[in-house]
């Protein structure tokens, strides 16, 4: 099974700032990555696959990158509303894992 | 509109079944596949499996192998996801995900079934 580290669990951030969140595969899973944003008692939400392919109706503050077994995705000017916890889900390959989970927090 | 729209919230006890329906609208049933995700309280999420709903072929994750049974009623375009033998440990929110055939993201969710499993 491919495994998905999320390096940290937690991030504050101050308002109107940048904030990086990684993600590292534990094989190559060939840009097949997705993010997903959970804000409290709500359904997971769809923000970029393909590693960074921004889903419609994104705001383009969120971007992905990355490639081979590392990627991140990146929230500039950040709003009250981004918070939430932000996961990671390779779907090269069955059973598609998820990472453990970022929580960001305003400062 | 797409929309995935799972059944109310479920209070069973240990031992018992529970069948979670998820209906799927605003799109061909058949096209895509559908996931179960799982998650337990204040943890993170855990793909159970999908099932294929052309030829309605499961594929369970290894975790999720022997108690749990996913099913179609393709008619109705909504999928199943059965649990027996009820466990403490299977209380959780159960969500249903939409994904492409090839490209196999989860682009659209059911709002979760939350399952309580207590004596």
């Known amino acids: 099974d491919i495994q998905m580290t999320q390096s940290s669990s937690y991030l504050s951030v101050s308002l109107g700032g940048r904030v990086t969140i990684t993600c590292k595969a534990s094989?190559?899973?060939?840009?097949?990555l997705a993010w997903y944003q959970q804000k409290p008692g709500n359904a997971p939400r769809l923000l970029i696959s393909?590693?960074?392919s921004l889903e419609t109706g994104v705001p383009s503050r969120f971007s992905g990158s990355g490639s081979g077994k590392d990627y991140t995705l990146s929230i500039t000017s950040l709003q009250t509303e981004d918070v939430a916890t932000y996961y990671c889900?390779?779907?090269?390959?069955?059973?598609?894992?998820f990472g453990g989970g970022t929580k960001l927090e305003i400062k | 509109q797409i929309q995935l729209v799972q059944s109310g919230p479920e209070l069973k006890k240990p031992g018992e079944t529970v069948k979670i329906s998820c209906k799927a609208s605003?799109?061909?049933?058949?096209?895509?596949?559908m996931n179960w995700v799982k998650q337990a309280p204040g943890k993170g999420l855990k793909w159970m499996g999908w099932?294929?709903?052309?030829?309605?072929?499961?594929t369970y994750a290894e975790e999720f192998k022997g108690r749990f049974a996913f099913s179609l009623e393709t008619s109705a375009s909504t999928a199943y996801l059965q649990i027996n033998n009820l466990k403490n440990e299977d209380t959780a929110t159960y969500f249903c995900?939409?994904?492409?055939?090839?490209?196999?993201?989860?682009?659209?969710w059911g709002q979760g079934t939350t399952l309580t499993v207590s004596s």
């Open positions: 995900a939409r994904s492409g055939v090839r490209r196999r993201y989860f682009d659209y």
């Open positions: 605003g799109y061909t049933f058949t096209n895509y596949g």
């Open positions: 099932i294929n709903t052309n030829t309605g072929e499961p």
């Open positions: 094989d190559h899973i060939n840009n097949w």
């Open positions: 393909g590693a960074t």
């Open positions: 889900q390779q779907y090269w390959s069955t059973p598609y894992t």
